[in-house]
């Protein structure tokens, strides 16, 4: 089994910043790719980020490209999701998944493993 905790979500003011953690415990191996989801009320879960098993690719929704950053330190079997000039659309809980495969993958349909989430609100 796999376990998922994501950390580091918060309220926060239209163009503020948060730093979101995922911490994996369990039977985790560095070859995985992990992402970012998000799901605000009455909302669909969206795809946010991901990043390879080795962390050297990563894809972004259009939504978030050159405002979010994931990145992820294998030694410590952690993955960060920076986000910069946040917005209140950007509400919403924010939830790290493994995938099932070692490519930075879009689909929620490619993880098999997803944290509990945690709340992120951008205040206007």
């Known amino acids: 089994q796999v376990q998922l905790v994501e950390s580091g979500g918060g309220l926060v003011q239209d163009g503020g910043s948060l730093r979101l953690s995922c911490q994996a415990s369990?039977?985790?191996?560095?070859?995985?790719?992990m992402g970012w989801f998000r799901q605000a009320p009455g909302k669909e879960r969206e795809f946010v980020a991901s990043?390879?098993?080795?962390?050297?690719?990563?894809k972004y929704a259009y939504s978030v490209e050159g405002r979010f950053t994931i990145s992820r330190d294998n030694a410590k079997g952690t993955v960060y999701l920076y986000m910069n000039s946040l917005k209140p659309g950007d509400s919403a809980v924010y939830y790290c998944?493994?995938?099932?495969?070692?490519?930075?993958?879009?689909?929620?349909?490619?993880?098999?493993?997803w944290g509990q989430g945690t709340q992120v609100t951008v205040s206007s």
């Open positions: 369990g039977r985790t191996r560095s070859y995985y790719a």
């Open positions: 998944a493994r995938s099932t495969t070692s490519y930075e993958a879009t689909s929620p349909a490619s993880y098999g493993y």
């Open positions: 990043i390879s098993g080795t962390g050297d690719a990563s």
